[in-house]
């Protein structure tokens, strides 16, 4: 376990930060796997369906995300407050949640696939792929659970090695499954998504087992496990703004899906060129989400810890990060999109890829220069808004939620009508712009707030232990 309220900033969020980015660059690899293989070996229309699906997916399993981050923030903040029996209860009260989580999602989920796919103006030709592939992933919402709550508590109490190492184990399965369930079994993209889910739930299972036995003072006792409605309302005060804004995310990219899905008509190949570049999108960004999850377990601890100095210290060290991450990235997206696009866009397996190559690959490279030339205003979103809700702010930063909502749709629809697919370039930056300006000034403001009570809370101490000197040199003189 990692004690974030001492030692360096620079050193402490690099090394926290570099586990978490490595298992995010793997948790993106093996859900590219999926999309590769399907591109490669049916064909480019199935490739697009299973790519279309990510919005919708990110509505559910990133609200799962967010409920589980939540879960994890408060064992972070009772982790630096050196509760260990509250630590053990927080975990507890997590899992009974997390089953309530499962059941409800779950039954919420699989039978609004299909409507939402027809809102969102989903192409015949790609329906049905896409409809099949996630219902296959809502059924396994559980294993998403599962993981994400088990790798949250890992992290919150610093190790951040452990979830890595078997997010490793489950890539590497998820490759051999989607060969197995794919070309073996002839499961086709179902195969892609069954695979998806049995390993995350392998990798969930094996990374509790391993807290179980590392850790002692993380065992669950069966007095645990008592109901406490304050403390799950604690944890549903923190999770589900957190989940919210994940949704409300997710909206948004719906919205700037449904957007390019009717864009698709007039220019065709713009659905199969955002499926295949937003994947690299996905995978370039992810610097700035181990950024963000550094952020929050840093807040986190230190709030438990009220060093509050230590929070302003280690947002600007993680904003130094921001820049070199925003650098590389640029570097990534323009120096290999060509051969990364030919991985998921293969023309000779039919499908919009071998009517539309050319225009598909000069789409995929716009949409990558205009994401990556703004990814600084998308380092700045996750490093601010996941230290305010380490600190606890979950609202406020589901609101900054709201405000990238609404600068997305906007821009999906009247830009998208006013310059076509340049306009869906400039969604994502557009939203960002937003949503930081509202973060920094609230972020500021509640630093400021902490400072002067922290200042005045210092003065009255003082003050006090001043006045208790004072009466106690009049005994000491009697007693002379």
């Known amino acids: 376990m990692k004690d974030l309220t001492k030692g360096n900033p620079f ?4 090394l926290f930060a570099l586990p978490v980015l490595c298992g995010n660059v793997f948790q993106q690899l093996y859900n590219m ?42 064992v972070a903040q009772r982790y630096g407050a050196q509760d260990e029996d509250g630590v053990r209860r927080a975990i507890a009260m997590s899992f009974l949640l997390g089953i309530v989580i499962t059941v409800v999602l779950t039954a919420i989920a699989v039978p609004l696939t299909a409507p939402l796919l027809r809102l969102m103006q989903t192409p015949e030709q790609y329906f049905g792929y896409a409809y099949n592939y996630l219902f296959v ?12 709550m088990i790798a949250g508590v890992l992290r919150a109490v610093g190790d951040t090695k452990t979830p890595l190492f078997f997010l490793i184990v489950a890539a590497c399965l998820n490759v051999a499954l989607d060969f197995a369930f794919i070309l073996g079994a002839k499961m086709h993209y179902c195969g892609a998504a069954l ?36 403390l799950a309302g604690g944890h549903i005060a923190v999770g589900l703004p957190m989940a919210l804004q994940f949704s409300i995310t997710a909206i948004g990219c719906i919205v700037q899906q449904t957007a390019l899905n009717g864009l698709n008509a007039v220019a065709p190949g713009v659905v199969t060129a955002y499926a295949a570049s937003s994947k690299i999108d996905n995978l370039a960004n992810q610097t700035f989400q181990a950024l963000g999850t550094a952020s929050a377990t840093y807040a986190g601890q230190n709030s438990g810890a009220k060093r ?41 397996k039919g499908g919009d890829a071998a009517i539309y190559f050319d225009d598909i690959m000069r789409y995929g490279r716009k949409y990558l220069l205009f994401q990556s030339g703004c990814y600084l205003f998308l380092g700045t979103i996750l490093v601010y808004r996941n230290a305010l809700q380490g600190m606890g ?29 340049t306009g869906a370039c400039l969604s994502n930056p557009v939203a960002w712009i937003s949503a930081d300006v509202f973060l920094l000034i609230t972020y500021f403001a509640v630093m ?29 003189q009697n007693a002379k």
């Not at 990510?54 to 799962?64: A, C, E, K, M, T």
């Not at 979950?394 to 697919?421: D, N, Q």
């Open 393 to 421: 702010y979950s609202l406020v930063t589901m609101l900054s939620g709201v405000t990238e909502l609404g600068a997305r749709c906007l821009t999906a629809f009247v830009f998208v009508k006013l310059w076509g697919f």
């Open 11 to 14: 050193k402490l969020i690099l």
């Open 195 to 230: 695979a998806t889910v049995l390993s995350q739930l392998l990798s969930g299972t094996a990374c509790f087992i391993y807290m179980w036995k590392r850790y002692p003072a993380l065992r669950l006792k069966k007095k645990d496990f008592a109901w406490d409605w304050s």
């Open 137 to 148: 992933i809502f059924c396994g919402i559980g294993a998403s659970v599962l993981y994400n």
């Open 33 to 74: 796997v999926d999309t590769i293989i399907v591109g490669n070996t049916v064909n480019a229309d199935a490739l697009t369906g299973v790519g279309l699906t990510g919005p919708v997916s990110f509505l559910i399993i990133g609200f799962v995300g967010g409920l589980t981050a939540g879960f994890g923030v408060r």
């Open 308 to 348: 509050f100095d230590r929070i302003r210290k280690g947002t600007l060290v993680a904003m130094v990060y921001v820049l070199a991450g925003w650098a590389i990235g640029v570097a990534f997206c323009m120096g290999l999109y060509s051969p990364l696009m030919k991985l998921f866009v293969n023309p000779e």
């Open 448 to 476: 400021h707030k902490k400072r002067v009570r922290q200042k005045r809370e210092e003065e009255e101490a003082k003050a006090e232990a001043i006045s208790v000197q004072e009466q106690s040199e009049p005994c000491v």
